[in-house]
Structures are given as structure tokens and as C-alpha cells.
């Protein structure tokens, strides 16, 4: 098989994989259910992905894609902490049911999965850790380790995504965003 | 649009001059997972990376371990036998 059709039927995969995601939630999806709508054999499922982590995090990472190219862009010449916020919540935003169902659903997973998906979520939060290490280099930013503000900022974001429906996230104006954020970067500055 | 080009062990996009072992761009893989010889030892490849995910998730360092093992033993690098288990 060329690598081309590989790389598409790998695709095709995934795109199957994050409607099942979304429908279902990461915990009920099956792979069959995946398999049928991506049209192709069940066993071709696992030989893509040999486990339902791997399938995970790469429906995470293509459907967040725009979300992990914006933050790498934007973190390699900036130390705007704000600017990498709003990039982040208007992403999510826009992938919320998305993104509520993994917040909601990671925590329930087994260990073994959650482990390895929550450990390749790395690959979002190292931005604000580049950025905080850059601000507090060029003295804009308190000295302290910069996962404990991942500790704050995701913990945050979760929380909100984890109770959308009581918090009422999706009304959440434009004033009460950047209120978030400003409270969140003014908790890092000297 | 061209295909964005990622390291075959952590998967770091691979945009500048700069995320190469010494610049190096007909590498496929970063400058954290290698140098200009070749990729890192496996054992050297975890230790790095569990750094990593405990510098910028915050998990703990034996989880991060565990997390990195996996995540190392499912690499494009490790399928393709360029990386080896000690």
C-alpha cells in the first residue's frame, strides 16, 4: 500500500473516530462503531492504533490541530501570556463539546489510558511554560516553577469545561473572558 | 500545504533551523531526542522525555516515567527498529 493511502485511510480513521468521540463520548465509543463508519476492517483499526490511547490522542491532536499550531506559533516570539489565553479559550470555544467530553471523561478512563493522554497533552502546555520561563528571564514574571501555573490555568479551564452545563460556559461574554485572563497573567507578574 | 514535518520520537513539530541537532534539517528527529550521531539511547530518550511531561503537565515523576515509556515504545523511531530496548 502506498504510504499516501496509509496516511489517508489513517485519516479516515480518525475523522471516524472523533464524530464516534463526540456522539458517544471517548468512554462508550466502540471501535467497532469506528471501524463501520470509517469503512474499513475492525482489525485495521489496530494496526493504526494499536490502542484505544493511541486513537485518543491522535483524534485530540487533529481535532485540536489549529489549537497546538496557533500556541506553537505564537509562543516562539512572544512572552504574551494573555495572547496564548485567548488563543487557547477561543479554540476551545470553538471545539467545546469536544473538549468538555475529554475533560469530563479522562479522569475515568483507566489509569493506563489516562496516563499516556494526559501525558501527550504536554504538547499544548509546553507553550505557556516556554512563555513563562521567557517572561521571567526577561524579569516581566515572578520567580516560581511554571507548572504550578498550569496547575491553575488548566485546572481552571477543566473546571469550566467539566461543569459547562451549571457554570453556564458557553454564555460566558467576552468581558468575563478576558477577566479570567487578566486575573490569570496578573497572578504571574512581579 | 506542505505536511508539517514532526520528530519521530516526540513528535515536536520541526519548523526552524533550530529544533535540529545542530541544525541539521535532514534529520527527522528534534535536538532533544538526538544529536548530530543519531537518537538518543532508549533509556536517555524516557529520562528526557519524563522530564518533559513532568516540567509541563506537572505529573509526577514515576507516572511520567511510566507515561514516557509507552509513549517512547509506540514511536514511528521504535516500529521501525531506530531505536532499541536495552
Known sequence: MLKRDKERTKQKIVNSAICEFMKKGFLEASTLDIARNADVAHSTIFFYFPTKAELIISSIYSKLQKLGDKLDEESRTTTNVRKLCKIFLNEVRRNEKFYSRLVKELPLMPISTQRVVFASLSGFSVHFVDVIYKGQRAGKFRRFKPRIAIFFWFGMINYLYSYSKLLGTRKLKKKDLDEIIRFFTKSLKR | ?86
Open chain 2, 1 to 86: 500545504m506542505a505536511k508539517q514535518r514532526k520528530c519521530i520520537v516526540c513528535g515536536m513539530p520541526l519548523q526552524k533551523k533550530s529544533d535540529y541537532p545542530s541544525g541539521d534539517t535532514s534529520k527527522d528527529y528534534c535536538k532533544y531526542c538526538g544529536d548530530k550521531e543519531g537518537l538518543h539511547p532508549y533509556e536517555k530518550l524516557v529520562e528526557g522525555m519524563a522530564k518533559f511531561i513532568v516540567k509541563t503537565q506537572g505529573m509526577e515523576k514515576e507516572e511520567a516515567m511510566k507515561a514516557a515509556r509507552k509513549i517512547i515504545d509506540n514511536c514511528d523511531a521504535m516500529k521501525t527498529g531506530r531505536i532499541k530496548k536495552e
